[in-house]
């Protein structure tokens, strides 16, 4: 089955540093979703990507998709404490209907 | 706006004991699912349904039913809970493929 692999597991950085998440699925995706969860929240939609090289922005943070439409990546830039939490990529196939999440990448920001 | 609501919050059970996580929401959507959190594992997807009377299996469904006789409501019923099934579980909701989903805060649930 569809395989949707997230690195790293853990990040820990100083405020004021860039983040990095990259997510790779073994199979091409029909589009990609971002999600973030607080600690003890739930997952918040953050944004989808469904063109080949599509790239986006939302303030601080910006989201890739890359050309054969199996990897993606969400760099934050110059991270804040409120970044906390964990981020989540998610992949579907063909209905789009079926998310497969990667395992998420915990982010730390200490001031 | 309710969005999605699960209920309960919380639940403790001991081994064996049957019990059903509600799932309801209010946004009309045609698409539900159910996810099981573990530490380390990322979301699960449990089963799903794309309709009213539609359900499929998602990649962790033994020990779970579920059904869908109306467009908002997807209770997830455990038969005979396991230690196995601790988790923290969220129910979702999508208008449709290729749309945001929608999740509610979860069931924290701890079989002992």
């Known amino acids: 089955g569809q395989q949707v692999m997230q690195i790293p597991q853990y990040q820990h950085v100083q405020e004021g540093e860039d983040f990095t998440t990259y997510c790779n699925s073994s199979t091409t995706l029909s589009n990609i979703q971002w999600y973030k969860q607080r600690p003890g929240g739930h997952p918040v939609f953050l944004i989808q990507l469904v063109k080949s090289g599509e790239v986006k922005k939302q303030k601080r943070l910006t989201f890739q998709f890359g050309e054969a439409k199996k990897n993606s990546s969400l760099h934050i830039t110059a991270t804040q404490t409120t970044d906390v939490g964990t981020y989540f990529c998610?992949?579907?196939?063909?209905?789009?209907?079926?998310?497969?999440f990667g395992k998420g990448t915990s982010l730390l920001v200490t001031p | 706006n309710a969005g999605v609501t699960q209920t309960p919050k919380f639940q403790v059970l001991k081994t064996g004991q049957s019990m059903t996580l509600q799932c309801a929401q209010d946004?009309?959507?045609?698409?539900m699912s159910w996810y099981r959190q573990d530490p380390g594992m990322g979301l699960r997807l449990i089963h799903y349904s794309v309709g009213a009377g539609i359900t499929d299996q998602g990649e962790v469904p033994n020990g779970y039913n579920v059904s869908r006789s109306t467009t908002e409501d997807f209770p997830l019923r455990l038969l005979s809970a396991a230690p196995s099934q601790t988790s923290v579980y969220f129910c979702?909701?999508?208008?449709?493929?290729?749309?945001?989903?929608?999740f509610g805060q979860g069931t924290r649930l701890t079989v002992v």
């Open positions: 979702a909701s999508t208008p449709g493929g290729r749309s945001a989903a929608f």
């Open positions: 998610a992949g579907s196939v063909n209905s789009g209907y079926a998310l497969n």
């Open positions: 946004m009309n959507h045609e698409y």
